[in-house]
């Protein structure tokens, strides 16, 4: 049974308001007025995405039978904050802690580990194709125009997160899966390297656009 804790309730939350305020603030150049426009798109497209990446690691933990939780890391909030103001952020606000009572396998320990980047591909690829489906409808139509901007920052931030996170450095998904399967390793580094480098080339709305053919 997949339960959750009165804190790491309130952790998730604190860590969701932080980073969903740290890629508003890259998002809107610093200006106050645009951040309070696009801090509610990015609530729903990034913050949907950084709470099913955490869920992805404990739902996986928990299929293997061991107790996982979310912990915030007050370091890592001041780092996504800050890392904000210069042009990236460092998203690492938190993790989840799986509670194996032994070793952990590296095999077990990989599959855990890529739960999370796997989520937010996942969840990229269906903001895609929600935007692809309501893209000519968003043109006279203000409530499709705020879907179409939650869809364009969902894809771009989530295909970041599993980039980002995907890195084998540190204490990051990326070494974990490394150390578990090299050819995982590639494949999923190189589809979310693809999505992130497209989105930060082209445009999620070019995308959509290549995709419909215009």
Known sequence: MFKFTASEIRDLIIAFIFISLSFSILYSGRNMAALQQIFPVVMIGLGLGFVLHELGHKFASMHYGYWAEFKLWPAGLILALVSSFFGFVFAAPGAVYTYAGSYLD????????????????????????????????????????FVFMVCYLGYSTNSYLAVFNMIPVWNLDGSKVLRWNVLVWIVTIGIAGIMTYLSMTIGAENLVRMILGY
């Open 106 to 145: 590296e095999k077990t320990n990989g599959v855990i580990s890529i739960a999370g980047p796997v989520v937010n591909i996942v969840l990229a690829l269906v903001f895609l194709a929600i935007g692809v489906v309501i893209y000519d409808a968003a043109h006279y139509n203000t409530t499709m125009q």
